[in-house]
């Protein structure tokens, strides 16, 4: 009996094996973060986030943007405003903070958190009393920064892990038509 690369014999039955290439949980879960991103309204900076369980289940998924009832067309989105009431920084909901309390477990005990971007001190805050032990990032152009520098301090103290994520492929393709 013949066969390729994409099958093989099992008594003498010939069957079609799995694809070989899928993207994995850790590609899976950050380019669900990056599409979340994709959400935000905020012309400068766009953060997504993604709350996963021990078992690769997503239990929240969240992205920069007006608290509910905060109309994104009437609230500032501007920064080095003259007063920092007209800037989003008092206003804007970070992505991690929007994972975390709009998740669909009540637990995220022990769970990793992918984001985008390094979490501010705030979000840290958040990321600990949550109980997520693990941070999975991408970018940290912000590690200069006090509120980054504070985060790891507090992550590191808690105990929480953070780790740089490097991705295999530079870009991931979604095609509407569902060709490959
Ligand atoms: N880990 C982070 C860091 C930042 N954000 C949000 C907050 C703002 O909307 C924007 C940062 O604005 P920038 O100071 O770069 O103009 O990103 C977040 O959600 N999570
Ligand atoms: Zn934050």
């Known amino acids: 009996m013949e066969h390729d690369d994409k099958t093989t014999n099992i008594n003498e039955v010939t069957i079609q094996r799995k ?32 709350v996963v369980s021990k078992d690769n289940k997503i239990l929240g998924i969240g ?17 080095n405003t003259p007063s920092p009431l007209n ?28 984001v985008s971007l390094f979490p501010c001190n705030e979000c840290a805050k958040i990321i600990i009393q949550s109980g997520i032990t693990e941070v999975i990032y991408i ?21 929480v892990k953070h780790w740089s994520y490097k991705p295999k492929n530079e870009k991931i393709v979604i095609n509407f038509t569902g060709e490959a």
């Not at 992205?63 to 920064?79: A, L, R, T, V």
């Not at 970070?94 to 022990?110: C, G, P, Q, T, Y």
Request: glycine share 6%; with cysteine; aromatic share 12%.
């Open 19 to 50: 694809r070989e290439d899928p993207i994995d949980w850790k590609e899976y879960f950050m380019a669900t973060a990056f599409l979340a991103a994709k959400r935000s309204k905020d012309p400068s900076c766009q953060v997504g986030a993604c």
């Open 63 to 79: 992205y920069n943007g007006m608290p509910i009832g905060c109309s994104d067309d009437e609230f500032p989105w501007g920064k």
């Open 87 to 114: 800037s989003k920084f008092f206003y804007v909901c970070h992505a991690e903070m929007n994972a975390i309390l709009f998740r669909n477990s009540a637990d995220v005990k022990n769970c990793t958190i992918y």
């Open 139 to 159: 970018s940290d152009k912000n590690a200069h920064k006090d509120s980054v520098i504070a985060s790891k301090i507090m992550l590191d103290a808690a105990g």
